[in-house]
Nanobody, 114 residues
Framework: QVQLVESGGGLVQPGGSLRLSCAAS????????MGWYRQAPGKQRELVAQ???????NAAESVKGRFTISRDNAKNTVYLQMNSLKPEDTAVYYC????????WGQGTQVTVSS
């Protein structure tokens, strides 16, 4: 059974930092491209950042220079380091695994507010 479990969300003040984690099980993690997506209330889910199985990364323009995606294949985990957070970063953040199939996590809430 495939599971993607996100953690690390919460409430943070503007300018603060959070690190999200997504722990995968039931897949050969190193084969999968991994991504972080987010969905704010009333908006469509959007790509935040992604990392290939070989470690190449890309990020949405809105988060470039602030967010960093990384992976640890030994721990079957992908991370999203989020710095200089803004209120508009408030959303549910989802982890996605893509190879021969696509899997999603259940999401973790990030709220940026003073």
């Amino acid at each position: 059974q495939v599971q993607l479990v996100e953690s690390g969300g919460g409430l943070v003040q503007p300018g603060g930092s959070l690190r999200l984690s997504c722990a995968a099980s039931g897949i050969i993690f190193s084969d999968y491209a991994m991504g972080w997506y987010r969905q704010a209330p009333g908006k469509q889910r959007e790509l935040v950042a992604q990392i290939t199985s070989r470690g190449s990364t890309n990020a949405a323009e809105s988060v470039k220079g602030r967010f960093t995606i990384s992976r640890d294949n030994a721990k079957n985990t992908v991370y999203l380091q989020m710095n200089s957070l803004k209120p508009e970063d408030t959303a549910v953040y989802y982890c996605k695994a893509r190879y021969n199939y696509v899997y999603w996590g259940q999401g973790t809430q990030v709220t940026v507010s003073s």
